[in-house]
């Protein structure tokens, strides 16, 4: 089916394991997004892809690995999980024209870190 | 940097009556563009509404509308005849695609917590 899909939905893992979250969007949109939900802060930018091979920090990249070797693909990996990465993570991603803005949202992944 | 406040953590509203939340943002940019996002028990992120800066006309899409005043830079959502599926986190959020690089990235508000009374 077209549209946004993120994997795991739910994931927990211990101090100092590697994780890595998957994003696949069908639309072929040159941007993607990963953002991270916290309660009081709303969503936070990590890091964001204008194209394949083309990333860059967002507010709190700290901590995060991105690649993205593939148009619709757009993994973020946490190399060594700390108790402060436990959060709902968003990916989104975006035709980013001038006309064609808006962002969309997959349905976002709980990562526990014990 | 741009920056989005949402001054009213929780709300409630009695169902089909109307309630408004409220945004402001800062920003030094000219264009831009302002969204609300609801965010239900399914932690689904949904657009309701975008507004583009420059048009003076405000946006409305069925029982969601906006009040944009761009001068005091502000961006209220309003919504008439409240349905129970209309509880939900609400964020305000800005984007700025004429700034340079990032400029499609979003930056939200801490969201306002909205329940529909029966």
């Known amino acids: 089916d077209a549209g946004i899909t993120q994997s795991p939905r739910y994931k927990i893992t211990e101090t100092g394991r590697q994780v890595t979250l998957m994003c696949h969007q069908t639309w072929s949109h040159s941007y993607m997004f990963w953002y991270r939900q916290d309660l009081g802060h709303g969503l936070r930018l990590i890091y964001y892809s204008a194209a394949a091979d083309i990333t860059d920090k967002g507010e709190v990249p700290d901590g995060y690995v991105v690649s993205r070797s593939k148009t619709e693909n757009f993994p973020l990996t946490l190399e060594s999980a700390t108790r402060s990465q436990t959060s709902v993570y968003f990916c989104?991603?975006?035709?980013?024209?001038?006309?064609?803005?808006?962002?969309?949202f997959g349905p976002g992944t709980r990562l526990t870190v014990l | 940097a741009q920056t989005v406040t949402q001054s009213q953590p929780e709300m409630s509203v009695q169902e089909a009556e109307t309630v408004t939340l409220s945004c402001t943002y800062d920003t030094s940019e000219s264009n831009y563009y302002l969204f609300w996002y609801k965010q239900p028990p399914s932690r689904q992120m949904i657009l309701v509404i975008r507004q583009e800066a420059y048009k003076q006309q405000n946006a409305t899409e069925n029982r969601f509308s906006v009040n944009f005043q761009k001068a005091a830079k502000s961006f209220s959502l309003k919504i008439s005849d409240s349905q129970l599926g209309d509880t939900a986190m609400y964020f305000c959020?800005?984007?700025?695609?004429?700034?340079?690089?990032?400029?499609?990235?979003?930056?939200f508000g801490k969201g306002t917590k909205l329940s529909v009374i029966p």
């Open positions: 959020a800005f984007m700025s695609p004429y700034s340079g690089a990032g400029s499609y990235q979003l930056t």
């Open positions: 989104a991603s975006s035709e980013s024209t001038g006309v064609s803005v808006e962002q969309f």
